[in-house]
């Protein structure tokens, strides 16, 4: 006598895993048309906007260090001008975004002419330039009785412990958002840095 088998069917079973294999056959199908356009718009406005802000941050930080970087070496040939009894004149080009410096004995009487060829010179960084602009009419405290003496063209420092600066100011952009000044009021020794964002108030940076 032959043996039987007996099959059970579990119909359950079978949907369960049919369910689980269609299931599986949809994720597998990856992104349609109009969400990979949707994702890749959001990536390419991303980018914009990261490339913008950079970019200005780049821009903002060169003109920062160009900044002090002038103020320093102004302060330097001050410094210069006390210890070897001399003048020093800063003239600065805009058509090729130099400066140069002469220097003169003062110590004689009368005073000799600048010499005609420049002592040194040193570019501006990058794309910084000096404005011809002025400082406007929003001034702190320390920049009061500035006059109408705009450093754009020259600046004379004499060897004097004070007022070795007559009062003024310089302009310096980049063609960001933010310009610094390097300027010294009635009621200061020295020149300091000033920046603005915009047309906006001159805040002090750096005594």
Known sequence: MMGSVLMVHNHDTAKTTLETRAAGRRG????????????????????????TNWSGFVRH??????????????????????????????????GPNRYEIRFRDASV??????????????????????????????????LTGLGTNNWNSEIVIKPHNLNAFDPGWIIIGNGGNRTFAIARGANSVNPEIFQRSGTGAWTRTRK
């Open 28 to 51: 597998c199908a990856g992104f349609t048309l109009i969400e990979l356009i949707v994702a890749v718009a959001i990536i390419g406005i991303i980018s914009a906007w990261a490339i």
């Open 61 to 94: 930080q060169e003109l920062r260090q160009e900044a002090h970087g002038l103020h320093t070496e102004i302060m330097a040939l001050r410094a210069r001008a006390m210890g070897e009894r001399e003048e020093v004149q800063i003239t600065f080009l805009t």
């Open 109 to 142: 009487t009368p005073l000799p002419a600048w010499p005609p060829t420049a002592n040194r010179t040193a570019n501006l960084t990058g794309n910084v330039t000096v404005a011809t602009t002025t400082l406007g009419s929003d001034l702190p405290a320390e």
